[in-house]
């Protein structure tokens, strides 16, 4: 599905680095989120924005900060990377039909 | 803020049998109810939703139930085959939200 993509889809960093994650839409929609899926804790919603420049935080935002400059992108920034924000990322974008489209997942590794 | 439990965590099911998934919220305000399948390695995606002005909806061999007095809807799927082995996410949203509560996840596991 052309719609949504991330980047990377696999990163491998160590302890105290900055990391950015990439989410990038071509449909033009209104809202965007990030979660991080761990065993155990299904999907749990990191921020999500609702506009450009407008974000807000979810329910596991701490050591993350969001950017959104143009409605196609959305980053993500974990400014100093720790082993329990090792999980698999993933971005989703709100359709028209209240459907949450995810994008394909990033897997990040923090040694 | 909503609240959603989903049970079984794992459900184990032979090839042909029904396999039945529920979930309650807490919100009596949510209005709209997807399921999600997400396969191993790939992302979650949108099998089948209900909306609380329906109490049940079909497509083809899944189907889900909403009890908007008990605050529970359940998945349901007839007639499993092994590619329907997959974590299963229900999820609710209030009126006016657009943001989703996710439930934990079932994996299902359909052996031949």
Known sequence: ?111 | GENVEQHPSTLSVQEGDSAVIKCTYSDSASNYFPWYKQELGKRPQLIIDIRSNVGEKKDQRIAVTLNKTAKHFSLHITETQPEDSAVYFCAARGGGSYIPTFGRGTSLIVHP
């Open chain 1, 1 to 111: 599905d052309a719609g949504i993509t991330q980047s990377p889809r696999h990163k491998v960093t160590e302890t105290g680095t900055p990391v950015t994650l990439r989410c990038h839409q071509t449909e033009n929609h209104r809202y965007m989120y990030w979660y991080r899926q761990d065993p155990g804790h299904g999907l749990r919603l990191i921020h999500y924005s609702y506009g450009v420049k407008d974000t807000d935080k979810g329910e596991v935002s701490d050591g993350y900060s969001v950017s959104r400059s143009k409605t196609e992108d959305f980053l993500l920034t974990l400014e100093s990377a720790t082993s329990s924000q090792t999980s698999v990322y993933f971005c989703a974008i709100n359709r028209a039909d209240n459907e949450q489209f995810f994008g394909p997942g990033t897997r990040l590794t923090v040694l």
